[in-house]
């Protein structure tokens, strides 16, 4: 069974950064798309970022490109999420979202897409 566990989360502030890791277990990650969305209160669950099977595309959302870098590490079966310059509006729980496909440059931007997720980690940023 795939298991998503994120960590990196916590306080930061307006400006600083945090990098947020993804662990798969149960796959082979290799054999997958892999996304982070983020979900504030009240709100519904947006994509942040998504990066392809072999890592060599990348999808940003409008809000966070230039930012935050995805990036994955087939060989340790993690994804992680480097975020810059973070502002308060970035303030929410981060989601690790995977799911298998047969195209290594496929890249999958909606919450319909993504067949497994993780329980997710906060990030909070003070103004």
């Known amino acids: 069974q795939v298991q998503l566990v994120e960590s990196g989360g916590g306080l930061v502030q307006a400006g600083g950064s945090l990098r947020l890791s993804c662990a798969a277990s149960?796959?082979?990650?290799?054999?997958?798309?892999m996304g982070w969305f983020r979900q504030a209160p009240g709100k519904k669950r947006e994509f942040v970022a998504a990066?392809?099977?072999?890592?060599?595309?990348?999808l940003y959302a409008d809000s966070v490109k230039g930012r935050f870098t995805m990036s994955r590490d087939n060989a340790k079966n993690t994804v992680n999420l480097q975020m810059n310059s973070l502002k308060p509006e970035d303030m929410a729980v981060y989601y690790c979202?995977?799911?298998?496909?047969?195209?290594?440059?496929?890249?999958?931007?909606?919450?319909?897409?993504?067949?497994?997720w993780g329980q997710g980690t906060q990030v909070t940023v003070s103004s």
């Open positions: 979202a995977a799911r298998p496909v047969l195209g290594i440059s496929a890249v999958l931007t909606t919450v319909s897409d993504y067949d497994y």
């Open positions: 149960g796959c082979t990650l290799s054999m997958y798309a």
């Open positions: 990066i392809s099977r072999s890592g060599g595309s990348t």
